[in-house]
């Protein structure tokens, strides 16, 4: 039998104290679960939103909308992501300031629709309030409990996490022009907030487990993609009953979300996570990793309406919105992740070179959906191959240097 984990104590209060880097077993609770599954809801209605604009021929109010959009929700989830596997005591005060969280999470989805539509992020930013004052007060709680080094880091998260929520505002005063200028200034500002609190000294966040955290993400977001592909193929087929027009798109959306789950579980990341630097890249990069996965099930659902008569773009267009998320999703993944276990030319040009081939397929038409699944598939098999062959040589090599003189 496998060894199981050691019960963790239970308690209404506990000391909010560090966990260890290097704690076994160490992996995703039934909260965090759960907390992921209610981020489904904000990237469903981002997702949505994003249809609607690329579909209605609005592609740069698409795009820009949903870049702010998907960082916010992005960004919340980073923020607990991180906070949890350092400090995740799991009493019931940690639980009850968790769906605290939670909450917040769904106030942010129930204002996507307006902020993309009308640009009114009032919603949007009362999510984020509630979810900022939970988290504010978990890291107080955590500078309670320590002292030293590991208690100025915890109160530098608080007071930048606090002065952020503040720096929001501008998307509330200031007029709509000046807003994607406000959200990138604030996004910088963000991604700082780590790097800065933890000079200082870092915080106990756990490799395999941050590690496991993004993969169920990234799960999650293709699953999403699964979702909407579904639906606007069912919609598509009762309202018009073009099964054969369809069939391509559901067979390549469905190649590429296989394919896409395949390349981004091929390598054990959690061996790369050994300083912030290396995390902290990794961990940003997965703006795009998650954002451009979860296009992928938009751009399949604005095929589908162009193949119907639902969407008034041109074919082009449709096609693009399906093969520019995939090969920026293949891109992303080799950029922050798979490339870092990655030996030789043939294995790093793999996934740059399949990026552009998606790209090439845009030209197919309506047959582009199923071509870049094809594609795609083609590179599962590539990657594969190559790295059976690399195991293979380097088994060799071993077996050689091992053999007396």
């Given at each position: 039998?496998?060894e199981?984990?050691p019960?963790r104590?239970?308690g209404?209060?506990r000391?909010?104290?560090?966990?260890?880097?290097?704690e076994?077993h160490?992996?995703?609770?039934p909260?965090?679960?759960?907390?992921d599954?209610?981020?489904?809801v904000?990237v469903?209605?981002?997702g949505?939103?994003l249809?609607?604009?690329?579909?209605?021929?609005?592609?740069?109010?698409?795009?820009?909308?949903y870049?702010?959009l998907?960082?916010?929700?992005?960004?919340?989830?980073?923020?607990?992501?991180?906070?949890?596997s350092?400090?995740?005591?799991?009493?019931?005060?940690?639980?009850?300031?968790?769906?605290?969280?939670?909450?917040?999470?769904l106030?942010l989805?129930a204002g996507?629709?307006r902020a993309?539509?009308d640009?009114?992020?009032?919603?949007?930013?009362?999510?984020?309030l509630?979810m900022?004052?939970a988290l504010?007060?978990?890291?107080?709680r955590?500078?309670?409990?320590?002292?030293?080094?590991?208690?100025?880091t915890a109160?530098?998260?608080?007071?930048?996490v606090s002065?952020c929520q503040?720096?929001?505002l501008?998307?509330?005063?200031?007029?709509d022009?000046?807003?994607?200028?406000?959200f990138?200034?604030m996004a910088?500002v963000?991604m700082a907030v780590?790097?800065?609190?933890?000079?200082g000294?870092?915080t106990?966040?756990?490799?395999?487990h941050?590690?496991e955290?993004y993969?169920?993400?990234?799960?999650?977001?293709?699953?999403?993609t699964?979702?909407?592909?579904t639906?606007?193929?069912?919609?598509?087929?009762?309202?018009?009953e073009?099964l054969d027009e369809?069939l391509?798109i559901a067979?390549?959306g469905l190649?590429?979300i296989f394919?896409?789950?395949?390349?981004?579980f091929a390598?054990?990341?959690h061996?790369?996570?050994?300083?912030?630097?290396?995390?902290?890249?990794?961990?940003?990069?997965?703006?795009?990793?998650f954002?451009?996965?979860a296009?992928?099930?938009?751009?399949?659902?604005?095929?589908v309406?162009?193949?119907?008569?639902?969407?008034?773009?041109p074919?082009?267009?449709a096609a693009?919105s399906?093969?520019?998320?995939a090969?920026l999703?293949m891109?992303?993944v080799w950029l922050v992740h798979?490339?870092h276990?990655?030996r030789g030319?043939p294995q790093?040009?793999?996934l740059?070179?399949s990026?552009?081939a998606?790209?090439a397929?845009?030209?197919a038409g309506r047959?582009?959906t199923?071509l870049a699944?094809?594609?795609a598939?083609?590179?599962?098999?590539?990657?594969?191959?190559?790295?059976t062959?690399g195991?293979?040589?380097?088994?060799?090599r071993v077996?050689q240097?091992a053999e007396?003189?």
């Amino acid at each position: 039998m496998s060894e199981q984990p050691p019960p963790r104590p239970s308690g209404v209060l506990r000391r909010m104290t560090a966990r260890g880097r290097d704690e076994e077993h160490r992996t995703a609770t039934p909260l965090e679960l759960l907390f992921d599954l209610c981020f489904v809801v904000a990237v469903a209605q981002a997702g949505r939103q994003l249809v609607h604009a690329l579909a209605e021929g609005r592609p740069g109010h698409g795009v820009t909308g949903y870049l702010m959009l998907f960082f916010a929700i992005w960004w919340a989830w980073v923020n607990f992501t991180w906070f949890a596997s350092a400090y995740d005591t799991d009493d019931v005060l940690y639980r009850v300031v968790t769906l605290v969280q939670i909450a917040g999470v769904l106030i942010l989805a129930a204002g996507v629709p307006r902020a993309f539509a009308d640009s009114d992020f009032t919603l949007v930013w009362s999510g984020y309030l509630v979810m900022r004052l939970a988290l504010v007060s978990q890291w107080l709680r955590a500078a309670h409990a320590t002292e030293g080094a590991e208690r100025r880091t915890a109160l530098r998260y608080a007071a930048g996490v606090s002065l952020c929520q503040v720096g929001w505002l501008g998307v509330l005063l200031l007029p709509d022009h000046a807003k994607p200028w406000v959200f990138l200034v604030m996004a910088f500002v963000e991604m700082a907030v780590p790097v800065c609190a933890e000079l200082g000294g870092p915080t106990a966040w756990h490799p395999h487990h941050v590690a496991e955290r993004y993969g169920l993400f990234t799960i999650i977001v293709l699953g999403e993609t699964v979702a909407a592909a579904t639906v606007a193929v069912q919609s598509a087929v009762d309202e018009h009953e073009a099964l054969d027009e369809l069939l391509p798109i559901a067979a390549g959306g469905l190649l590429l979300i296989f394919a896409a789950y395949w390349i981004y579980f091929a390598v054990p990341i959690h061996l790369h996570l050994v300083s912030n630097r290396q995390a902290f890249a990794w961990g940003y990069g997965h703006y795009l990793v998650f954002g451009s996965a979860a296009a992928i099930g938009a751009g399949i659902e604005v095929a589908v309406e162009e193949t119907t008569g639902k969407a008034h773009v041109p074919a082009l267009a449709a096609a693009a919105s399906v093969t520019v998320p995939a090969a920026l999703f293949m891109l992303s993944v080799w950029l922050v992740h798979a490339r870092h276990h990655k030996r030789g030319l043939p294995q790093h040009l793999t996934l740059p070179v399949s990026a552009v081939a998606v790209l090439a397929c845009t030209f197919a038409g309506r047959f582009a959906t199923l071509l870049a699944g094809v594609v795609a598939s083609a590179t599962v098999v590539v990657g594969v191959t190559l790295s059976t062959r690399g195991a293979r040589e380097s088994a060799a090599r071993v077996r050689q240097g091992a053999e007396p003189g």
